[in-house]
C-alpha cells in the first residue's frame, strides 16, 4: 500500500481481555518498529523486525506483550490479560532499510491504534 | 542509551509569527528524523536530517552533528502546524533504534 496501514484504530477493552494489533507495512520495507506512546509522551520503543526475524524485543514492558511478523510483511502485536496501565496508542513504523552498523533510513509511521482498557 | 532533549516543551504562537524548535542529544548519531504529530495522532515526516540543512516551504531544518544537536525553524506559522513536534535519532554502531525525545507542543493562534 501507500503508507502504513494499523488496525484497529480505536480498541476498548475490558480488563483482562486479549487485544490483537495489527500493521501492515509499506510494501517492501524490511524494518519494522512498534512504538508505545502515552498520553503527553514521546513514543517509546518496543519490538524491531528485521524481516521476519524479531531483532530486538527489549522495549516489551512485560511477558504479556506479544508481537511477530511471520511472513516478514504484516506483523501483530498481541496483549494478554489487559490492564489499565496498557492504555496508550501504540504505533508502528516500517523502513526501507535495514538497521545495524552502517545502515539507517527514513520512518514512516501508521497512524496508530489507541487502546483504552476498562 | 542516548539522551534526547527537546526545547522548549510548549509554545505559543499567535499566526504569522516564526519559532526555532531544538533538538539536543547526548551521542553521535547517524540518523536524525523530525516529525509533525497531528491532532489525530498520526506521525507526519518533516525531514530526514542526519546532517546539515534542509527546506520546505516554510519549514527548514539544519543539523549539526558534531555538537550534537539539530534545530527546526517555522516561518509564518499557520494554525495548521499546531500539534506537537519530535525528534528522533539513532546512533551508530550500537543500538540502532530510533529513540525519541518528548517532544516540543506547539499551539498557534489565529
Known amino acids: 500500500g501507500a503508507g502504513v496501514s494499523q488496525s484497529p484504530r480505536y480498541k476498548v477493552a475490558k480488563r483482562g481481555q486479549d487485544v490483537a494489533l495489527r500493521c501492515d507495512p509499506i510494501s517492501g520495507h524490511v524494518s519494522l518498529f512498534w512504538y508505545q506512546q502515552a498520553l503527553g509522551q514521546g513514543p517509546e520503543f518496543l519490538t524491531y523486525f528485521q524481516n521476519e526475524a524479531q531483532l530486538d524485543k527489549s522495549g516489551l514492558p512485560s511477558d504479556r506483550f506479544f508481537a511477530e511478523r511471520p511472513e516478514g510483511s504484516v506483523s501483530t502485536l498481541k496483549i494478554q490479560r489487559t490492564q489499565q496501565e496498557d492504555s496508550a496508542v501504540y504505533l508502528c513504523?516500517?523502513?526501507?532499510?535495514?538497521?545495524?552498523?552502517?545502515?539507517?533510513?527514513?520512518?514512516?509511521f501508521g497512524e496508530g491504534s489507541r487502546l483504552t482498557v476498562l | 542509551g542516548i539522551q534526547v532533549e527537546q526545547s522548549p516543551p510548549d509554545l505559543i504562537l499567535q499566526e504569522g509569527a516564526n519559532s526555532t524548535l531544538r533538538c539536543n542529544f547526548s551521542d553521535s548519531v547517524n540518523n536524525l528524523q523530525w516529525f509533525h504529530q497531528n491532532p489525530w495522532g498520526q506521525l507526519i515526516n518533516l525531514f530526514y536530517i542526519p546532517s546539515g540543512t534542509k527546506q520546505n516551504g516554510r519549514l527548514s531544518a539544519t543539523t549539526v552533528a558534531t555538537e550534537r544537536y539539530s534545530l527546526l525553524y517555522i516561518s509564518s506559522s499557520q494554525t495548521t502546524d499546531s500539534g506537537v513536534y519530535f525528534c528522533?535519532?539513532?546512533?551508530?554502531?550500537?543500538?540502532?533504534?530510533?529513540?525519541f525525545g518528548r517532544g516540543t507542543s506547539l499551539i498557534v493562534h489565529p
Open positions: 513504523a516500517s523502513s526501507l532499510t535495514t538497521r545495524g552498523r552502517e545502515y539507517t533510513g527514513e520512518l514512516f
Open positions: 528522533a535519532v539513532e546512533k551508530p554502531g550500537g543500538s540502532y533504534i530510533p529513540t
